[in-house]
């Protein structure tokens, strides 16, 4: 009989036991980072606690913003609809069944307005998940800035903004990759003059792992389209040691405990050198910023309440692996949008491990272990093995275009499901330990009566607005898409105008075409 072996969730053998690793002389805040981009890390300042919120409408979403402002919840992280992902307004055809669903519906500036009710945006740093309309979104909230009467070059904040990853493993694109790039590259440009405390980008591995990479197959996708991201903004003529300190990444973190910290911990080395490779001269470019949000596919439906602990362990590797910003999932999400008294038990477990644990007392407590050192460096090797190839294609949009990375993820989500259904990978409560079910009580439902709220607002606001105006601005920027110039301001004066997301969307469409 041949002895087991124990692999990793990237087929990354482990050995029984470590016994060498290279002398730990490095020190955290320095390049490569490997420790940490901070000397004194969490000793100075906790990672920022987020929690990712949107639902309904925009009034309903603004409760539960003051409510988990009110539980100690330190930036706010907004979730759209797919509508507004996608760039529909809530009365269109395309948005029946959808509105208000999986995020908050924002049609106008209008809604943003309400969403941000009684919330300074010059005291908060927020964080918006989206991406083919991330201009938009992004313009609603400059312009709500404006309104508020803060000034430009303090507010701070993140817009997701990676449309790769879309077409890997998404799917939520509208343009087809180049005029989405320029896009990207126009919101660069523009922040770094006029809001530059902005993340203008944040490189996502989180969907690319939901999808069913591995947690080598995440680290590598992610920063080979971060490699892309750069090149095309050096193209365009941007200085890489000034943009590419607004570039942050969002990470996703499972539950195999060591793995995952490993990989943060190679991220942070790997970036430092495609950055220096690439011609950052500045210690802040070099560095990798990341956003963690513990894994949504771990959830289950069986035994809700296991998912504290699975939650729990993932919080605490992500911080291990000194992440800059956490999300804690709430233990019914694979049920439905997490309860209030979900979202504040996620919320506690960040606060226990901030300040009930240790794990802040010192820096990448973890360093110097044999075990660690060794996985980090396999870890790292192993991305670099997938980023070559994906070089060797012409970089990450020639290898989405041919299908490369989707069929990877394809393969290794394949195989982890055959894996579970054999038995020979554990899933508490799933296929090992299993008992009869008892439902939760508590489960969050969203009406289906949204729209028609929605498109209630969109009929007044139309009604409301100077339509000669909105007209005008909508004819400016489409002439605008036709030429080299900079998007972003046509874009912001639409939407102070009170031009809607799919109007704007709907002219771009007009000029880009869209994806297939």
Not at 12 to 27: A, D, H, R, V, W
Not at 28 to 53: H, N
Not at 368 to 385: H, K, M, P, Q
Not at 491 to 502: D, F, M, P, Q
């Amino acid at each position: 009989m041949s002895e087991k072996k124990h692999i990793t969730t990237s087929g990354i053998e482990i050995k029984e036991i470590y016994t060498s690793s290279k002398p730990m002389e490095e020190k955290a805040g320095a390049f490569p980072f490997t420790r940490g981009i901070q000397q004194d890390m969490y000793r100075g300042r906790l990672w920022t606690m987020r929690q990712y919120a949107g639902f309904s409408t925009a009034e309903e979403s603004n409760k539960r913003y003051h409510y988990l402002l009110g539980q100690g919840t330190t930036g706010l992280s907004v979730a759209f609809d797919l509508p507004t992902q996608i760039g529909y307004d809530s009365d269109h055809e395309m948005a029946d069944g959808e509105v208000g669903k999986v995020g908050v519906a924002i049609d106008s500036l209008k809604d943003m307005e309400i969403l941000f009710e009684g919330i300074a945006l010059k005291d908060i740093t927020t964080s918006m998940t989206i991406n083919a309309t991330a201009s938009v979104l992004l313009a609603m909230y400059i312009a709500l800035a404006k309104k508020q009467g803060a000034d430009l070059k303090q507010i701070s904040g993140t817009i997701q903004n990676d449309i790769l990853k879309e077409y890997a493993a998404r799917g939520t694109y509208i343009y087809p990759p180049k005029p989405s790039m320029r896009l990207i590259t126009d919101i660069f440009e523009y922040c770094s003059k006029e809001v530059p405390k902005w993340n203008t980008i944040s490189i996502s591995g989180y969907h690319i792992r939901e999808a069913g990479s591995t947690a080598v197959q995440e680290l590598a996708f992610t920063l080979a389209n971060g490699k892309a991201y750069l090149q095309a903004a050096i193209d365009k003529g941007l200085d890489i040691n000034i943009f590419a300190k607004r570039l942050s990444f969002f990470f996703n973190c499972h539950n195999n405990f060591f793995e995952e910290i490993a990989k943060f911990r190679a991220a942070r080395r790997m970036w430092a050198k495609i950055t220096k490779d690439l011609g950052a001269t500045d210690e802040k470019a070099q560095m990798l910023r990341f956003h963690t949000q513990t894994g949504g596919s771990t959830l289950t439906a069986q035994q809700p309440l296991n998912n504290v602990i699975r939650v729990s362990n993932q919080a605490l590797a992500a911080v291990l692996g000194g992440t800059q910003s956490l999300h804690t999932n709430g233990y019914d999400e694979a049920l439905s949008l997490p309860t209030e008294s979900a979202a504040k038990i996620a919320l506690r477990t960040q606060q226990i491990i901030a300040f009930e644990s240790g794990v802040t007392d010192t820096v990448d407590p973890l360093a110097g272990s044999f075990f660690i050192e060794n996985l980090t460096d396999e870890v790292e090797a192993a991305a670099w093995g997938y980023i070559d190839k994906i070089d060797a294609m012409g970089g990450s949009v020639n290898a989405i275009e041919r299908g490369y990375m989707q069929n990877e993820i394809a393969d290794a989500s394949y195989q982890y499901q055959t894996a579970v259904e054999s038995g020979e990978r554990i899933i508490v409560g799933v296929n090992k330990f299993t008992q009869k079910e008892e439902g939760l009580t508590e489960v969050f439902n969203i009406n289906d009566s949204i729209r028609n709220v929605q498109t209630e607002k969109l009929a007044h606001l139309k009604a409301a607005r100077d339509n000669n105006a909105v007209s005008l601005a909508l004819n400016n920027l489409g002439e605008a898409a036709k030429s080299n110039e900079n998007l972003m301001p046509f874009i912001i004066h639409a939407v102070e105008e009170y031009a809607t997301l799919g109007e704007i969307a709907d002219t771009l469409r007009g000029i880009f075409g869209e994806y297939q």
